[in-house]
């Protein structure tokens, strides 16, 4: 059966002008990302992966070559158009998390959704509790983001990338501000997402997560040095259960 | 996003830094209430006004010697003393609109009776001036046009003119009193008017027969003025057209002379009156309205802030499907309803100094309906104009930058 193109790359790349000198970011990245493939990005800084996670994320454009997200040609659009593009098909998990002060679980998920037309106010609130309930959250609903724990912080912010039912969910070293065992926890979220079905792609410098992903990409020098699929996957739960009980005192 | 989310959104961020928001709405509340103060003082002054002139008949037509004064343009003396008998007679004869008409001849001067002295105005005048004044005599009678054939040595006083040369309470009537060394009988005595807005009193008066104060004290053959009422004030402008054409005549004046008088109705003393509150009140709300324009620089500042500090927000909220417009739309609805509420807080101040001034200072203050409105018109503008920089630099922001920025 042929799977579904979520992500496709021709060539693409970028160049920014510093001073007088350009400088080459990429330099001719192609790949394609499947429907329901969790992969891992991995470099080392200056590799070029936060200019890739900003393309993939629309919110850059390549200086040429192409990106087709779920079909749609990125390069040509307006800035707007792109702003819907995110809006619609992308899901973004940050490193440190990026939520709203003072507000709510649920009004940070539902802020996607604040600019969709589509959704009314019963709307919202209906998919950002159903959002919160699958990554764990569902007797957090009404904690204010400085109630809560950096690992509960970040599954609000996975919560707030999954409500818009997404495409691909873009997540940039999502687990780099956590602990050990939440880093785990945080990542048997993203293993179970996979499971059903969804498309992640993750960010990170970390080589140790590329073995809980099907498929690893490794970026040097503005362009890929290696992509391979994953047919070992380790279990994250397995890990966390290996990991030695924290210590209550 | 929707028009509800964004307010509560604006709401929300005013509501967190009350201290800061509060400081920025106060240059609003300052400046409005200070713009609706003014405005009510001048709204009180002209109404005040207005009543007064009312008071002195608003069919009042005064005809003066000499061409319009209003430009200011020095006039040939011997223009001045182009107002007489003639002129009075073909009034009475011919004019159509006009049902009351007295010449007026003015000269001031010392009145005394027994050791008591005053300085006092003498109005020769005809029979018809308190009819055409509306003023009314409270005790003893007017003069007659008897009086004024035989230059009587009669006249009528005002309320001052009684206080000052009858301190001890003796009935005026009857007693001869001097002005200017000539005797004069009084035969009755004003009802009061008090002060007018000029701060002249209106009491100060001894009205004697024209004829008598012409020969007797100013030694004059021309008029002061001529005073007349218009049967009713709509026929004011018809009646002065008639007058002109009546005085032309008697003045034998060309087609192409220029009046040598100016005949003026009480309408358009209201109106150059109203014009000068005008200007006035226009004066003071400029001022007032600067201060506006300095509170709108201090909400463009706050907003400034405001930009810079949720720089991560703007990120964030691009990121996820924000376009620039929705953020823009966020911070110029927040800016509005900082100067709103302050608009609103300034016209409660404006409604409490305009309350001041009339419990406590006694001025009759009136705030106009409209003040009100256009303050509110000004603060929206001052919120979308003072805002909209702060919001186009907002959404202008590289989300890629924003989302990172510490």
């Not at chain 2, 005053?118 to 003023?135: F, R």
């Not at chain 2, 008088?261 to 009480?266: E, G, K, L, M, W």
Request: hydrophobic residues 40%.
């Amino acid at each position: 059966m042929e799977r579904k193109v979520v992500i496709e790359l021709r060539d693409v790349r970028r160049d920014f002008q510093v001073g007088s000198e350009t400088v080459h970011a990429l330099r001719g990245v192609s790949f394609k990302i499947y429907e329901g493939e969790f992969v891992t990005i991995m470099g080392t800084s200056g590799s070029g992966k936060s200019t890739l996670l900003n393309q993939l994320g629309c919110l850059d454009t390549p200086t040429s070559g192409e990106y087709l997200l779920d079909g749609i040609a990125v390069r040509t659009m307006r800035r707007s158009q792109r702003a819907r593009l995110r809006n619609r098909k992308i899901g973004f998990v940050f490193q440190n998390y990026n939520l709203l002060a003072k507000t709510t679980a649920v009004e940070n998920v539902e802020l996607p959704l604040m600019y969709n037309k589509e959704y009314n106010a019963r709307a919202r609130r209906e998919a950002a509790i159903k959002a919160l309930e699958a990554v764990g959250l569902a007797d957090r609903l009404e904690h204010k983001s400085n109630q809560m724990s950096g690992g509960q912080m970040q599954r609000v912010a996975i919560a707030r990338a999954l409500v818009n039912n997404p495409a691909v969910i873009l997540a940039d070293e999502a687990t780099g501000n956590l602990d050990t065992r939440t880093s785990f926890e945080v990542l048997v979220l993203f293993q179970k997402l996979h499971a059903e079905g969804r498309t992640i792609i993750f960010v990170t410098h970390n080589p140790e997560i590329a073995q809980y992903s099907s498929r690893n990409i490794v970026l040097r020098d503005g362009k890929i040095r290696e992509d391979v699929e994953n047919h070992n996957i380790l279990s994250a739960a397995e890990a966390l259960a290996a990991l030695p009980a924290p210590q209550d005192d | 996003m929707s028009y509800i989310n964004l307010f509560k959104i604006a709401i929300k961020a005013i509501m967190s830094n009350k201290a800061r928001s509060f400081l920025s709405m106060l240059g609003i509340i300052i400046g409005v209430g200070a713009v609706i103060v003014m405005m009510a003082i001048g709204q009180g002054s002209k109404e005040s006004i207005r009543k007064e002139l009312s008071t002195m008949g608003t069919n009042l037509l005064t005809i003066r010697p000499g061409a319009d004064m209003r430009g200011g343009v020095r006039l040939d003396p011997s223009a001045m003393q182009t107002l007489k008998q003639a002129d009075y007679e073909a009034i009475l004869s011919e004019a159509k609109f006009v049902k009351g008409v007295s010449p007026e001849v003015t000269t001031s001067g010392q009145a005394v009776f027994g050791s008591n002295n005053t300085t006092s105005t003498c109005y020769g005048e005809s029979p018809d001036y308190l009819s055409i004044k509306l003023w009314n005599i409270e005790e003893g009678t007017g003069f007659t046009e008897e009086d004024v054939k035989k230059s009587a040595k009669v006249c009528i006083v005002g309320k001052t003119v009684v206080k000052e040369l009858f301190p001890g309470g003796q009935d005026p009537v009857g007693k001869t009193i001097r002005f200017k060394s000539i005797p004069f009988r009084i035969i009755g005595v004003l009802k009061g008017k008090g002060y007018n807005n000029w701060g002249m009193d209106q009491d100060n008066v001894i009205i004697a027969p024209y004829t008598t104060v012409m020969k007797r004290l100013a030694a004059q053959t021309h008029y002061n003025s001529i005073v007349c009422s218009a049967v009713t004030e709509e026929l004011s402008d018809a009646a002065i057209e008639d007058l002109t054409a009546i005085l032309r005549r008697t003045h034998k004046l060309k087609e192409s002379d220029v009046d040598n008088f100016t005949i003026r109705s009480q309408q358009e003393f209201m109106e150059t009156m109203s014009s000068t509150m005008d200007t006035i009140t226009i004066i003071l709300v400029v001022a007032a309205a600067f201060s506006l324009l300095v509170a709108g620089i201090g909400i463009m500042n706050i907003m400034l802030v405001s930009v810079t500090e949720r720089t991560k927000e703007i990120g964030l909220r691009m990121s996820v499907g924000a376009r620039g417009l929705d953020i823009s739309n966020q911070f110029l609805i927040e800016s509005i309803l900082i100067s709103l509420t302050g608009g609103i807080l300034g016209v409660l101040f404006g409604g409490l100094l305009t309350w001041g001034c009339n419990a406590i200072i006694g001025y009759p203050a009136v705030i106009p309906a409209w003040s009100v409105i256009v303050s509110f018109a000004v603060c929206v503008a001052i919120g979308v104009g003072f805002g909209y920089f702060p919001a186009q630099k907002a959404a202008r922001l590289d989300p890629i930058e924003a989302i990172r920025y510490e």
